[in-house]
């Protein structure tokens, strides 16, 4: 089953601070974070694994509670090139994307 | 050392024919994915090869087939093509049984169906 992500959509101006959110309905045992470019390949940003683990990625982190199937990811002090749509995924045997959220930021 | 790479990169087919698309994973990768990604969607996992065989298959109707080659490449096979099944077909390779690592993923091949 696929996680649902929130917002769908999500418009910053460089250096404002954003946060996606990704849920399951199932028991998660690790959720993947990635960044697709408009006309590219989906890129890996980070996994994050359970017991609550924190990871980051230049000023791009995220947090993963394992008892509320959820997980976050936060971006701070948005650059441009943040701009991008970005996907959870939640892995049990096969990876399975949310819907996307779509971030814009702009000058 | 050579990512991903998907052939062809854009692809044209009429309803009802037939379609192969080719996917070289990573270097050292055995395990290779296939997603579909419709505009403005997330990838939809088709199916996964392993070991030259098909290990876990999301909800796709049997038209769409693949195959996994000693040297770890695959090939996504689509019949009866369906105005529907015009998208952006995805490779990813993996390492099998390993949560804690990435997927790569190719450029895609954007199929048209006219």
């Known amino acids: 089953q696929q996680p649902v992500q929130s917002p769908q959509a999500v418009i910053l101006r460089e250096g404002e601070d954003a946060v996606i959110n990704c849920s399951s309905s199932?028991?998660?045992?690790?959720v993947h974070w990635y960044r697709q470019k408009h006309g590219e390949a989906p890129v890996f940003l980070m996994i994050?694994?359970?017991?609550?683990e924190q990871k980051g990625h230049e000023k791009i982190s995220a947090s993963f509670n394992e008892k509320k199937q959820q997980s976050s990811l936060y971006l701070t002090a948005s650059q441009l090139s943040y701009s991008g749509t970005y996907f959870c995924?939640?892995?049990?045997?096969?990876?399975?994307f949310g819907a996307g959220t779509t971030v814009t930021v702009r000058a | 050392d050579a990512g991903v790479t998907q052939s062809p990169t854009h692809l044209i087919k009429t309803r009802g024919q037939q379609v192969t698309l080719r996917c070289s994973p990573k270097?050292?990768?055995?395990?290779v994915s296939w997603y579909q990604q419709a505009l403005g969607q997330g990838p939809q996992f088709i199916f996964q090869y392993y070991e030259e065989e098909e290990r876990q298959r999301g909800n796709f109707p049997d038209r769409f087939s693949g195959h996994q080659f000693p040297n770890y490449s695959s090939e996504l096979n689509v019949n009866a093509l369906l105005l529907g099944d015009s998208a952006l077909y995805l490779c990813?390779?993996?390492?099998?049984?390993?949560?804690?690592?990435?997927?790569?993923f190719g450029q895609g091949t954007r199929l048209t169906v006219v």
């Open positions: 995924g939640t892995y049990d045997y096969k990876l399975s």
């Open positions: 270097s050292g990768h055995d395990t």
């Open positions: 990813a390779s993996s390492l099998t049984g390993r949560i804690n690592t990435e997927a790569f």
């Open positions: 199932k028991a998660l045992y690790s």
């Open positions: 994050l694994l359970k017991g609550g």
